[in-house]
Nanobody, 114 residues
Framework: QVEFVESGGGSVQTGGSLRLSCSASLTGVTIHTMGWYRQAPDKQRELVALVSSARQKTYAESVKGRFTISRDRNTVYLRADSLKPEDTAVYYC??????????WGQGTQVTVSS
């Protein structure tokens, strides 16, 4: 069982910045990969960024150079700079066990106004 505490969402203007954080509390679970996905209205959920237990990082092309993911044990952070209106979405924390099980946070809203 994995429980998440997400924070850091909010509303900013174009060009602004936000820092999202997600802490995973777990019972008998070792997490391999953590990260963030997002889902905009009427769109499918999409990858934003991931970081593995070896600190290998993956970014969506749309956020490369603007977003930075980092991790401290079972807490993952997303620094989002130069935000654009198209970054508006609900951002979901993601965790995957070494065994392959996937867990999702409850989501935090990010709204970027032009």
């Amino acid at each position: 069982q994995v429980e998440f505490v997400e924070s850091g969402g909010g509303s900013v203007q174009t060009g602004g910045s936000l820092r999202l954080s997600c802490s995973a509390s777990l019972t008998g679970v070792t997490i391999h990969t953590m990260g963030w996905y997002r889902q905009a209205p009427d769109k499918q959920r999409e990858l934003v960024a991931l970081v593995s237990s070896a600190r290998q990082k993956t970014y969506a092309e749309s956020v490369k150079g603007r977003f930075t993911i980092s991790r401290d044990r079972n807490t993952v952070y997303l620094r989002a700079d130069s935000l654009k209106p198209e970054d508006t979405a609900v951002y979901y924390c993601y965790a995957r066990r070494f065994a392959g099980d996937i867990y999702w946070g409850q989501g935090t809203q990010v709204t970027v106004s032009s």
